[in-house]
């Protein structure tokens, strides 16, 4: 079994979910609710940055999309169908309510860059350009004593 390094700051970062797990729902309060925020993939075609989101049940009227400081947001509300009472529910699972995300772009894109598309409750972001190819750089090893030497923490 690999040893870990114990660090008191992840304890503490952990303590929310814990208290949860062990007494129920209050403590959740103390943690950002990642499950409101719809599922995001990111990835790259060609020089492109493409994004997909799930957002099912959303009306498009809903969605809004903003290029400001090189950040890319993406913002929007789900709405629940109808009112239905705390006490009438017998599971809820599903989050209602606003939601944001943010991805960085490059300082070159502008909003004639970008493309969005909605269909089936999925969001498709384009922009293009955004990909910039950089150069791989070989690093040369050293055989012998010279690559041989040994890296010590310096104490302090």
Do not use: C, N
């Not at 870990?4 to 103390?30: H, I, K, N, Q």
């Not at 993406?74 to 599903?94: A, H, L, P, Q, T």
């Not at 502008?110 to 922009?127: F, H, N, P, R």
């Amino acid at each position: 079994m690999p040893l870990v390094r114990w660090t008191p700051f992840r304890e503490m970062l952990d303590m929310p979910r814990e208290m949860r797990r062990a007494f129920g729902r209050p403590f959740s309060l103390m943690e950002p609710d990642v499950e409101a925020l719809p599922p995001i993939d990111v990835f790259t075609k060609g020089s492109d940055m493409m994004i997909r989101m799930e957002l099912p049940g959303i009306d498009i009227e809903d969605l809004d999309i903003s290029l400001s400081e090189h950040a890319l947001r993406i913002s929007g509300e789900r709405r629940s169908d109808k009112e239905i009472k705390e006490d009438d529910y017998y599971r809820r699972e599903r989050s209602y309510g606003r939601f944001e995300r943010s991805l960085p772009v490059p300082e070159k894109v502008t909003e004639k860059d970008i493309d969005a598309s909605y269909a089936d409750g999925i969001l498709e972001v384009k922009v293009q350009g955004a990909v910039e190819e950089v150069p791989t750089k070989k690093i040369e090893v050293k055989a012998g004593k010279e690559g041989a030497r040994r890296i010590r923490a310096k104490k302090g």
